[in-house]
């Protein structure tokens, strides 16, 4: 789930559901194109701002390398896809879904994300964030 | 044979042909069975006799067919510096000029052919010479030192080569040819003359249909010729003589040991090059199958290859051989092929002169017009690659074959479908299918790898074959971006883009990705020369890029610092060593004569690059595609063997570069002496000292697919060099691909090393001093990134483990020890922290 920068999310969550929310960082700490790792809950979460403002957030760790990193991969475009590229070994994540581009068995979770006041909030990770490898 | 009992095969000659023979008799297995054993009279190993005259610029090393001295296969002994003595066909054995003796199972005579000097008074004066190997033209150089004129006797092939050299060494050059015409086996009298207006256009003299009576001698040396036309007999003044008079088979072992030889020299042979002992094989310039000499080297490699053949139980023969020729005299190209004095019944012959472009093409067609039996091409052989082939294929030519011939701008240039049988490479003998075959398994052949005359034509069956398997050469960066890097950087050179945005906008579509963000990145750092994280720049860097470091299997980073030239002070190594302890970090020496500090976390770097900079250290660039490391052997200061001071160079050299983006990282070396300690011919840029100043070599690369540097120019002075390694890196920069090392670099470039070292060295681009230009601004806006990040708080405010809780460390990231410093430890999964963790108020 993603939200646009001080604006409705696309799947409308309520002010009490946003209010639940761990507010991670201003919204200037995350520039457009780039990724932010963010503690929630005891999880490293990766929180991304797209070129047109969007906001997404995936888990961080990369199942590929198994290490913690996908904040730090470059964000673009595959066709209409937003996505991101691990920092390790270039595996590409759909933003929207945490769905690996190149490897159809695999996804990352994905977590409900907000901007509220200028601050990037994140919330739970989503009901059904799919089966790693 | 038993298969338990090794045979000995003896090589006699290490030139061209008989460095081929052991090529393919290694190759092919037959080491399997047989040890081989190598004697060669000259010095050094085979070198590419061919491009003899080059020696004058690139050096012997540059020729040298092993380098390294030995073959890679133990199973084969080279004695160089030996000579046989006599040969024992009755006992198999061979007699040393060191007094040693060999025992031979199999005995393969490749003594080539020594230049035949005709027996005129004073031929063998001080100051006579011959043109054939090394040695022949180190002394030709050390006696046209104190020369002022010279003389070349015969102008054929290599005697223009010869006067070629002679005119290069600052001599005033006279050629004289008994014929009518230079190059009389190869060109005609059209040709000639079209020859002879070029070469009398560079300054030489031209003296055909002469003969020379006599060596005029003064002072117990050389002093001219007498052609016969001068009443006090000194026709021409020449301190310096070179006999080029056409060459003997050297048969002379095969003679005294009652070895069949031809009336007029040579070993006689079979279809398989085997004697008339049948333990004994002749090959190359020494033998003459059915009695004819082929003064050629693909003759020679062909007869090689049946040997080895023959060896291993095989029905090979030869049969006679092409004896198309290509050439380049003095910047005039030659080319003879096939029937080309239209000797055959009813040849037709078609020609196009055009004086004034010094341009002479002849065509030898059959009678009916359908079949093109021969040619001779001066001035421009562009066409020799597309007709060579037709000739021996018989392919039917097209209804208007004077457009093979003509200029593309008036309508020529025709283009022909080579059939499959079609041999592209004469050399080597490699056909068309050959080609395409190597082509569909990614393999390789050897087409164009002798004389190179062939490559344009086989580029062309490459990608032909490619076309025809629907297979483009997509030379695209990525989806966003339908151009190559190359036109990339010129569109940002054009536009004056500074931003991904801006470029992207501009020549692209979507949003960029992986591949084209960091080559922007790169392209933008080449030519603005700003941080890589300033101005929104940081998005578009890989990790490593990104975060001034190496990332490594666990997400933490490696940390190098710059050690110029490997040169570093205890101190030094004492700071690196306290960090390494305090920060708990694993350390290893790297192979370009560094430390690097393995484990950092994200939010560790900036802690232990202020510890770093503050000893003095800089970035080391480990991290970029640029330039890292100029490695030294100790150099003059300390080696006795050191001629230059290796040390000195290195350093300068690796602060020049670094901090230069390039399409891949970049290297370089270099060596105090011959000795090559510092291993430079593996770097992008290797440098190796002479007595008179640098011997500069690039393109070698390691990695999956190594290569040695090749010389680029020799014996440099310290600016010179500096000058040429300028151009040579900013060309480079400008012109490869993404992820293109220098070797694959130079071998795309049309012409390879050759273009390289005109567009560096003899700046036919004219591009010299605007590469240089670029390569200053470079040098004088260097800042190294670690300072400048650690006093910019929002480059700084990045390396955080977690926005939101920075001083926490990421509990995905674990160690365990092995041999007394910290690994990595992976988790199995996601890893999850405890709910106790404090985490930050959002900033």
Known sequence: MNGAVDGAVSAPASAADVAAYTPVCALDRLPREAGVCALVDGHAVAVFRTHDDEVFALGNYDPFSRASVLARGIVGTRGDVPFVASPMHKQGFDLRTGQCLDDAAVRVPTYDVAVRDGTVLVGPARESPGEGP | ?843
Request: net charge negative; proline share 5%; aromatic share 6%.
């Open chain 2, 1 to 843: 044979m038993s298969p338990h009992l090794r045979r000995t095969l003896v090589v006699v000659g290490h030139g061209m042909v008989g460095h081929r023979f052991v090529q393919a008799a290694i190759e092919r297995g037959l080491t399997e069975t047989h040890d081989v054993v190598v004697v060669g009279e000259e010095p050094r190993p085979a070198y590419d006799r061919v491009a003899l005259t080059s020696f004058f610029e690139v050096g012997a090393e540059a020729l040298s067919f092993l380098p390294t001295g030995e073959y890679d296969d133990p199973r084969v002994r080279l004695l160089l510096g030996t000579t046989v003595e006599e040969v024992d066909p009755a006992a198999r054995t061979l007699r040393l000029s060191d007094g040693g003796e060999l025992a031979y199972d199999e005995l393969v005579l490749a003594t080539g052919a020594a230049p035949f000097v005709p027996p005129v008074p004073g031929h063998d004066l001080p100051g006579c010479f011959v043109y054939r190997t090394i040695e022949d033209l180190e002394a030709i150089r050390e006696a046209a030192a104190g020369a002022r004129t010279g003389a070349v006797v015969g102008g054929g092939l290599l005697g223009l080569e010869a006067a070629n050299a002679l005119h290069g060494l600052g001599l005033e050059t006279h050629v004289v040819e008994m014929a009518p015409r230079l190059m009389p086996v190869q060109v005609d009298d059209a040709g000639g003359a079209t020859l002879a207006r070029h070469v009398e256009a560079l300054g030489l003299r031209l003296h055909t249909g002469v003969a020379t009576k006599a060596v005029v001698e003064r002072d117990g040396r050389a002093a001219g010729l007498d052609l016969g036309d001068a009443s006090d007999g000194l026709s021409v003044g020449a301190d310096v003589v070179v006999f080029s008079a056409g060459i003997r088979p050297r048969d002379a072992l095969a003679r005294a040991a009652g070895l069949d030889v031809a009336e007029r020299g040579g070993v006689l042979v079979d279809e398989q090059c085997r004697t008339s002992d049948p333990h004994v094989w002749a090959v190359g310039e020494c033998a003459v199958p059915g009695g004819r000499m082929y003064g050629l080297v693909a003759p020679g490699y062909a007869m090689a290859e049946v040997v080895v053949d023959a060896l291993l139980g095989g029905a090979g023969a030869f049969t006679g051989a092409d004896m198309s020729t290509k050439l380049k005299l003095m910047g005039v190209d030659v080319a003879s092929f096939g029937d080309a004095f239209a000797t055959t019944d009813g040849a037709l012959e078609l020609v196009l002169a055009d004086a004034v472009a010094g341009v002479y093409k002849k065509l030898v067609v059959s009678e009916d017009g359908r079949r093109l039996l021969g040619g001779i091409l001066v001035g421009d052989a562009s066409a020799y690659g597309v007709l060579r082939p037709m000739v021996s294929s018989g392919i039917e030519l097209p209804d208007n074959p004077e457009e093979l011939i003509l200029p593309a701008s008036r309508g020529g240039g025709a283009e022909v479908a080579l059939p499959d049988e079609a041999q592209v490479c004469s050399c080597n003998d490699v056909s068309k299918a050959d080609i395409v075959a190597a082509a569909a398994c990614d393999g390789t052949t050897r087409a164009g790898a002798t004389c190179g005359s062939c490559k344009p034509l086989v580029k062309r069956v490459i990608e032909e074959y490619y076309a025809s398997q629907g297979r483009t050469v997509d030379r695209s960066l990525c989806e966003h971006f339908a151009m190559t890097r190359q036109e990339l950087f010129d569109a940002v050179a054009v536009h004056g883009h500074t931003s991904f945005d801006e470029v992207v906008a501009a020549h692209g579509t979507g949003r960029g990705c992986d591949v084209c963000k960091p080559t922007v990145a790169s392209v933008l750092a080449s030519q603005l020369g700003r941080h890589v994280l300033g101005g929104g720049r940081a998005v578009l860097q890989d990790t490593n890029d990104a975060y001034l470091a190496n990332i490594q299997r666990n997400g933490t980073y490696s940390v190098v610092p710059r050690v110029p030239g490997g040169e570093i002070t205890p101190d030094g190594l004492i700071v690196i060593g306290e960090v390494a302890r305090d920060f708990g970090l694993y350390t290893k020496i790297t192979g370009g004569q560094r430390i690097d500090l393995f484990g950092a976390r994200l939010e560790q770097l900036p802690d232990i690059w202020r510890r770093l900079v503050d000893a003095g250290f800089e970035s080391g660039h480990a991290y970029g595609k640029s330039l890292r490391t100029v490695k030294s052997c100790v150099g003059s200061t300390w080696c006795r063997y050191g001629v230059q001071d290796s040390v000195r160079m290195a350093i300068d050299l690796e602060l020049r570069y670094r901090g230069l983006r390039s399409p891949h990282k970049l290297k370089g070396g270099v060596s105090g002496c011959a000795r090559e300690c510092a291993e430079a011919r593996a770097k992008d840029f290797g440098i190796i000292a002479t007595e008179k100043g640098w011997n500069l070599y690039v393109g070698g690369n390691g990695g999956a697919t190594p290569a040695h540097a090749r010389l680029l120019a020799g014996d440099l002075d310290d600016e010179t060099l500096v000058r040429y390694l300028d151009r040579f890196l900013l060309y480079y920069i400008r012109t490869a691909d993404r992820l293109q090392r220098t070797a694959p670099w130079i071998d795309s470039l049309d012409g390879g090393l050759d273009r390289v070292r005109e567009v560096v060295v003899d700046d036919a681009l004219g591009l010299g001093s605007e590469l240089e230009a670029a390569m200053a601004r470079h040098v004088t806006g260097y800042r190294d990134e670690w300072r400048d990040t650690l006093e910019d708080p929002d480059k700084l405010a990045r390396f955080v483990s977690f926005v939101n809780a920075p001083d926490v460390p990421d509990p995905h990231i674990g160690f365990r020890a092995e041999r007394g410093q910290q690994v990595p430890a992976e988790p199995d999964g996601p890893v999850v922290l405890g709910s106790a963790i404090p985490v930050g108020v959002p900033r």
